[in-house]
């Protein structure tokens, strides 16, 4: 987070210039929280997905991630897939802001895991599928049904119905001046 500590000997000469230079600043802080950068350290990990379902069949594995939070814009998930249930060697799935994957990986049994993180955060700690870990095989005569969309975005109680993409800000959006 930005700070100027020059700001304070500033308060008593220059009201006013003390005054825009805290709006810059808490500007730039507001700015760098909700695109999770800050070059001194890492965000915070978001909260852990509550959790991971897979269903497979014919070769088809799909994959979907649980998570109610009160997430705010900009979160992506991650599905992790691995043949040990310790996750030796994964293979990462990126799915950006959607909570669903529908990939052909063959007939092979395969360990999985989810989680979430931000731009310039942490990580969330993973979630697997099973406690322990259970192996999900691939094989079967066709695809199984898709499980229940679980949307994609950030919004109030994790309630985020398709089309949202990053999800919706409740926030003041900017509006451009139109002359007439």
Do not use: C
């Not at 500033?10 to 805290?22: A, G, M, Q, V």
């Not at 802001?97 to 007939?107: D, F, H, I, K, P």
Request: glycine letters at 12%; zero cysteines; aromatic letters at 10%.
């Amino acid at each position: 987070m930005l700070t100027v500590a020059q700001l304070a000997p500033i308060k008593d000469r220059d009201p006013y210039l003390y005054e825009t230079l805290s709006k810059i600043v808490s500007a730039v802080n507001a700015s760098s929280v909700r695109s999770g950068v800050d070059p001194a350290t890492p965000a915070p990990a978001p909260t852990q997905i509550a959790s991971l379902h897979v269903q497979a069949s014919n070769g088809w594995f799909d994959i979907a991630i649980s998570d109610p939070s009160n997430a705010r814009p900009g979160l992506f998930y991650f599905a992790e897939s691995d043949v040990t249930p310790g996750f030796n060697s994964p293979r990462v799935y990126f799915m950006g802001a959607s909570r669903n994957l529908y990939v052909q990986l063959g007939n092979q049994a395969l360990y999985w895991r989810g989680y979430s993180q931000y731009v310039g955060s942490l990580p969330s700690a993973p979630i697997t599928y099973g406690t322990p870990p259970i192996a999900v095989a691939g094989g079967g005569g066709s695809g199984p049904a898709p499980l229940p969309s679980q949307g994609s975005g950030a919004l109030a109680n994790g309630f985020a119905p398709g089309g949202n993409g990053f999800g919706i800000h409740p926030g003041a959006r900017i509006t451009r001046s139109s002359f007439l």
